[in-house]
């Protein structure tokens, strides 16, 4: 649905526009909500307003991805014109000096270009700093004229184009209209969902163990507000009565289930460390035996704190050890209200988390032997900065090796596959921890082969021709 039932209007949106658009526009997003009910099981997606709303939001702004055709129709017009422009100033300069003339009247009196002059109004309406035709003609970039810089692109999506920029204004308006009129705990529940890499787990390709998801109908509700198929009336631990979305469970933590819950994801962490750090990892160190404090600082043989990892020799982070500690935290306490500061910050979640690590293990923190991280995920699926900066680091180390060509493509494939296996993790496991009747598993990282990550189908003849060389 991602990667081909969403993109296959955009041919049509950049090319055609009038009533015969808006109605296939409108029947393509209904067929697309249609299909993800059934793939969900709940018929009445269509009476959940805010349900199919996030259906149609980018991932990024905590939706699912499956945008809409009626939204995306003025960007991608607009986009076509953008694209066409320096072409008819090539080839036929004549009757782009003609269409330029129309797009400058008011009211343009040839129905094509005053369907390109609607697009742009909207795009205006929209706030977005919309580029004039004759700078299109010249060949303006999208990334130079867009004002602001863009955000990672999302399955299906093109970075450097125009469609993506105005696409993504109109995706950012209706994010912030909507989000005033949520309930403070859909608030906090929207901005725990958005966020760089918030929702890779939907898009993950399931080639491999780390990459398949089991429970994917659990994580396809939650991310979309719909009731989850929960077994127990009560809670295990304190035998509150359970909601219906699974607030509770994962915060409370007298049913056991928010400690078994963060093994899988400690464990996916230690897996990208150990394949891209190009260092020394070591799983659940005890403290002691690091000698990270500060000098001539030891602590007792009867200190039995451990670090969930620990990474020694990398060139990542200058050189000095990583001491890691990964977790998984809730906005929402539970009793279902948003936690301090989650309605208005989206980090304030890890907020808590980040200083408790720092208390945890004071001494390596004061010792300044040793980078000490939390690498902390929000239940929504947002990641905290130190999490996105860990992988950013490693794969930058793991692409030093790969020829220069190969680099820029091989740090996206990487980008990818790790947040995919971080994203599944975390997605399982809360999953398993909801559901009565599944366990959390500890199963450790399978290795990442270098070749996997870009080339998945075998080798076949040249489509260049020739000889078929390599």
Known sequence: ???????????????????????????????????????????????????????????????????????????????????????????????????LRELALPLATVPCARAAQSATAVLFLDGWEVPTWPALVRGLDAADGSGRPAP??????????????????????????????????????????????????????????????????????RRAWLPLGLGEATCPGCRAPLDSYGFHLTCCMQSGRVRSRAAPLERAFFGVARELSGGRCRWQPLVRTLNLGPPGRQRAQADERQLDFAVVGSEAFGGLPICAD?????????????????????????????????????????????????????????????????????????????????????????????????????????????DPDDTVTELGHPPMDPIDVWLRDPVGPSVLGGGGGG
């Open 1 to 99: 649905m991602l990667l081909c039932a969403e993109p296959r209007a955009n041919h049509l949106l950049r090319t055609v526009a009038g009533p015969e658009l808006e109605a296939y526009a409108a029947s393509h997003d209904e067929a697309l909500r249609d299909a993800f009910a059934a793939l969900v099981q709940y018929p009445r997606l269509a009476a959940e307003v805010e349900s199919c709303k996030l259906l149609r939001f980018p991932r990024r702004y905590g939706g699912l991805g499956l945008r809409s055709a009626v939204r995306t129709a003025p960007a991608a017009h607009f986009a076509g014109w953008a694209a066409a422009l320096p072409l008819w100033q090539s080839r036929f300069p004549a009757v782009c000096a003609d269409m």
């Open 152 to 221: 990672d692109p999302e399955a299906g999506e093109w970075a450097r184009g125009w469609q993506f920029f105005a696409a993504d204004a109109r995706e950012l308006r209706a994010a912030d209209d909507w989000f005033g009129t949520l309930s403070p705990t859909g608030q906090a529940l929207l901005l725990s969902q958005s966020g760089d890499h918030a929702g890779d787990g939907l898009s993950a390709m399931p080639v491999g163990e780390d990459t398949r998801a089991r429970r994917f109908l659990t994580t396809l509700r």
């Open 326 to 434: 990964a977790t998984l935290v809730s906005p929402i306490s539970a009793d279902g209200i948003p936690r301090p500061g989650c309605l208005s910050d989206p980090d304030a979640v890890f907020g808590p988390a980040e200083a408790q690590i720092q208390v945890d293990y004071d001494d390596i923190a004061e010792g300044g032997r040793a980078h000490l991280l939390c690498l902390a995920s929000s239940t929504g699926g947002r990641w905290n900065r130190t999490a996105l900066g860990f992988v950013r680091a490693l794969v930058k180390i793991r692409v030093r090796r790969e020829p220069a060509v190969l680099r820029q493509s091989v740090t996206q494939a990487l980008t990818r596959r790790c947040w995919a296996v971080l994203s599944v993790a975390r997605d399982e496991a809360l999953a398993a921890s909801l």
